[in-house]
């Protein structure tokens, strides 16, 4: 079946750093999504995106849609302590996130250093 | 904007009881939710999509008669986990769409002793 790979799975950043995520797949999305998931929380989305080489950004994130629709990439810059959490990125073949399956990636875990 | 109230964030039980999640959509209607499943240090993995006044569709793998859905108004799903063995520990998350975007609840920390 379809799924995604992200990377990196963790990383440490120094407070102020910017930060980069990406996921890739074998197979084709036609939606893109970057959630933030803390601890004992659901996911919050936190970009969506509908279209091939589509860039967005919200705030301090910017993310990517592939052109080959095969690929996403989330940026963080300027990283503080509460971007500490886990991003999953997550892909749908249908256009747009609200119908049918999402499929994950398996996350990143950001930790920042104070 | 949309919210979706996952109850109970935790819930702890004995092996061989039953445990019923529920999820609402508080300020809009949802005809489908979506019920995932989520191990520690994992990612989210679809249980089934529940449908309102309909039977919920379950994945590959995922026993229908062990986790019972139930979605009987446009509102309100429940997940209910029969017979709850150790191996059912786990974090369970409902989600609901509004427009083009899937709302998640809280998720439910359930720990089967």
């Known amino acids: 079946g379809q799924q995604l790979n992200q990377s990196p799975q963790s990383m440490f950043i120094q407070e102020g750093e910017d930060v980069s995520m990406n996921c890739t797949s074998s197979?084709?999305?036609?939606?893109w999504l970057w959630y933030k998931q803390d601890p004992g929380e659901g996911p919050v989305l936190l970009i969506a995106?509908?279209?091939?080489?589509e860039l967005t950004s919200n705030g301090r994130l910017t993310a990517q849609f592939g052109i080959t629709r095969k690929d996403s990439f989330l940026n963080i810059s300027a990283s503080i302590p509460s971007d500490v959490g886990i991003y999953f990125c997550?892909?749908?073949?249908?256009?747009?996130?609200?119908?049918?399956?999402?499929?994950f990636g398996k996350g990143t875990k950001l930790s920042v250093k104070p | 904007g949309a919210v979706v109230s996952q109850h109970p964030s935790r819930v702890i039980c004995k092996s061989g009881t039953s445990v019923k999640i529920e999820c609402r959509s508080l300020?809009?209607?949802?005809?489908?939710m979506f019920w995932y499943r989520q191990f520690p240090k994992q990612s989210l993995m679809l249980m089934a999509t529940?449908?309102?006044?309909?039977?919920?569709?379950?994945e590959q793998g995922v026993e229908k008669d062990k986790f019972l859905i139930n979605h009987a108004s446009l509102t309100l799903s429940t997940l209910t986990v029969t017979s709850a063995h150790p191996e059912d520990s786990s974090f369970y998350i409902c989600?609901?769409?509004?427009?083009?975007?899937?709302?998640f609840g809280s998720g439910t920390q359930l720990s089967v002793l």
């Open positions: 989600s609901a769409s509004i427009g083009d975007r899937r709302v």
């Open positions: 197979s084709i999305f036609n939606t």
């Open positions: 995106l509908y279209k091939a080489g």
């Open positions: 997550a892909g749908s073949s249908l256009y747009g996130g609200s119908q049918g399956n999402l499929i």
């Open positions: 300020d809009f209607q949802a005809t489908t």
């Open positions: 529940s449908n309102e006044g309909s039977k919920a569709t379950y």
